[in-house]
């Protein structure tokens, strides 16, 4: 059975650009999460979908949004990248139980 | 914010021998996972808790929960050269807070061969 995929692996861009980052869940999973793991900030919790919906946000601003596909693939974009946006980005998918979470092996993002 | 502490936040082990840490939360929970992160790439599942749960094995892998203390425990025996990545304790609480994870800090731990 495939794990949770995420693309890209690395992703480089300049400040004030956006950034899109792609995750594909475990087959038959529903739920998706995204993590952010800034260096000295640990990880912290970023957005939650089910069936298609926003069901949970961390604290982070409105320029970090994303979306679910009928798929249940799901989209984080990151718009108006600042410096401190660089971090490892972790897709993470779950079904039966909501805390028993399945994590990608991440996308890396370079903000200069 | 960090939920959970991790103790010690780095541990260096000889092949062979056992390594522990610790890892302390703060609010009730529902259950409590363990994870491995392999140089900052993804993180690996090893293994789940839950609340009503004390002792938990899988493998080389040994979890306690004492829900009394707000801490847990993963012991790793028989070490290897593999076993060397970043551990992290992951509490999911009782409201299920809209089903986040709550991570802490992590322990580094090196196995020199």
């Known amino acids: 059975e495939a794990g949770v995929t995420q693309s890209p692996t690395h992703l480089i861009k300049t400040r004030g650009q956006q950034a899109t980052l792609r995750c594909s869940p475990i087959s038959g999973h529903t739920s998706v999460y995204w993590y952010q793991q800034a260096l000295g900030l640990g990880l912290q919790f970023l957005l939650w979908?089910?069936?298609?919906?926003?069901?949970n946000r961390g604290n982070f601003p409105p320029r970090f949004s994303g979306r679910q596909f009928p798929n249940y693939s799901s989209e984080l974009n990151v718009n108006a990248l600042e410096l401190e946006d660089s971090a490892l980005y972790l897709c993470a998918s779950s079904f039966i139980n909501p805390s028993e979470q399945y994590f990608g092996p991440g996308t890396r993002l370079t903000v200069t | 914010s960090q939920q959970g502490e991790e103790d010690p936040q780095a541990l260096s082990i000889q092949e062979g021998e056992n390594a522990t840490m610790n890892c302390s939360y703060k609010?009730?929970?529902?259950?409590l996972q363990w994870y491995r992160q392999n140089s900052g790439r993804g993180l690996v599942h090893l293994i789940l808790i839950r609340s009503n749960e004390r002792e938990k094995h899988s493998g080389r892998l040994r979890v306690t929960l004492d829900t009394s203390k707000k801490s847990s425990s993963l012991l790793i025996t028989a070490s290897r050269a593999a076993d060397t990545a970043s551990y992290f304790c992951a509490t999911a609480g009782i409201k299920a807070a809209g089903n986040k994870l709550t991570f802490g800090g992590g322990t580094r731990v090196l196995v020199k061969p």
């Open positions: 609010t009730s929970i529902n259950n």
């Open positions: 979908y089910d069936e298609g919906e926003e069901r």
